[in-house]
Each structure stands twice: as C-alpha cells, then as structure tokens.
C-alpha cells in the first residue's frame, strides 16, 4: 500500500490467502480494502484524508449512535472518526479463516455528545470469498439508550453505468433528494444514472449488486437485523464538491449501506443488539 496514504501503525493486514484481503484502519475501525482473487471490491477515494480526524471517505464506515445529520454532534455520529481498539489481533480459525475483534468504548469525547455508556463490539471475519462485519451495540448504561445504525458500504464498480441492484423491487423508498417522499421501486434491476439519496424500507435480507465489465463483479449482500437498505451515489456535481470524493469518483461507486436508520433501536440497561453484514464475491 501506498505508505503516504496509510500511516503504519493505523492498519490492521488481514489474509487469507490467494489474493483475498482486507485492510482495516483503526480510524473508525473503517475496512478500506477487500480483495478477492486480487480483485478489490471497495471503493476508496485516492482524495480521502487519512489524519485520524475526518471520515475515511470510501470502504466501510461504521455509522452509530446516529445515522444523517444529528443536532448533538457530527453527521453520521461519532463511531466512524473516533479510534477503535483492536480487543483481538487477526487468528485464523480452524477452517484457516481470519478473525479480528474491534471495539469501541464510551469516553468524555462521546459522553459530552452523548450520555451514554456504550460498547460496540465490531467483528470482522474474511473467508475465501467472504466479508462479514458483525456489529454488537451494548447498553452499559443504568437508563435505556436508544440509537440508529448502518454500515455505510462503498462498493467498487468498473463503471456505474452496468451497474444493477437486485432485491429492492416493490419496496417503499424515501427519497432525500425530494424532502423524503415516498416512493414505491418498480424495477427489478436498478441502475443509477443520476444522483440517488434513498432509503429503502424492510428490505429482504439479500441484494444483489453486479457490474463489469473488465473486472465483472457480483457481489452477494446479505444482512442480519438490518431492514433498511440507503442507496447513495453522489453524481459528478455533488462529487465535485466535497473535497475529499474523486472528481470522477461517482462513475466507479455505489454505496449500499445496510441500517436500522427508519426505526431506532431502544436497549434497556445490559441489552445488546447485533447486527451484521455478510459481503460474497460471486463468479
Ligand atoms: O448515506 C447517504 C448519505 O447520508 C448522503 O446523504 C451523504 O451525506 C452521504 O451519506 C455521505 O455523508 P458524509 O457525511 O460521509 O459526507
């Protein structure tokens, strides 16, 4: 990897072997790369600012305690720009899959934002043609807390014109590029050729996404206690206009983000909820 983009120190290696890996860098616990046979499936920025400060713009940003604007802090929440600790190192398992556990506690940062004694458990898990991000949201609070979440998931694409979404068909969305009005998605296959800001209400648990050619790519999205699917893609206009986005970005991106962002989870004092992103390269 490129050492000026990726201050050592900052990026847990993970391999699997015959070209699947995955990067992680512990600014947001943000996965920034997973290869499969050599093929990278995440699309990062070469404009992201990697100073331990901003977002990482691309890979996996974990969205939590809140999802969007949020009047007690930054947009998206705090969990994507603070610094995760790794609680395992990567092992690998007895099928020779690897394993790394994150976490990340509530601090004086987070509870002058937001009162709440929190921990989020965030396992990764790379197979041969697997990506599962698990997510574990504990109330170590004496009051119930609630919150929404999302892992907001930047998929590589060779272009975004043969670009398809399988899955969505005949679900409501709300579409934030027209104050949230809802929509209902008649197609089978979407394809994107426009900006797109669209939240996607009780989503079945698997989506498909595909695109080529020159690396044709299908990717197999299958969630767990995530029932709202967002579908973000930029456009040239709005790409150009955050700093830290390729200007051309937009043409080899689709973010698919699984959430529970429409109805907030409450957890009493001592529950957890969990919550899980299974990413297969299919071919
Ligand atoms: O997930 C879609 C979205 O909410 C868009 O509205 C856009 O704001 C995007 O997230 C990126 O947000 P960010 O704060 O990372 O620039």
Redesign the pocket.
Known sequence: QDPKLYPPGDIVFLDRGEGTTALIHLHGATIISWKCNGVENLYLSQSSVFDNKK?I?GGV?V?FPN??PWPLG???GFA?IKRWSIAVPPRKDHNGDVIVLFTLDADDETLAMWNYKFKLVYTIVLTPTTLMSTLVVHNKDTKSLGFTC?L?TYFRVANIETTAIEGLQGLIFSD?LKDGKEVKETRKQITVDKNY?RVYKDAPKTLFISSGPDPARNIELVTFNFPDI?V?N?WEQ?AKE?S??DDDGYKEMI?V?PGKVIVPITLEAGQQYECKQTLICKL
């Open positions: 977002a713009r940003p969205v999802f969007g930054p947009q998206h994507r999302l907001h934030k800001d967002v973000w930029p709005k955050m830290d986005f973010c983000e």
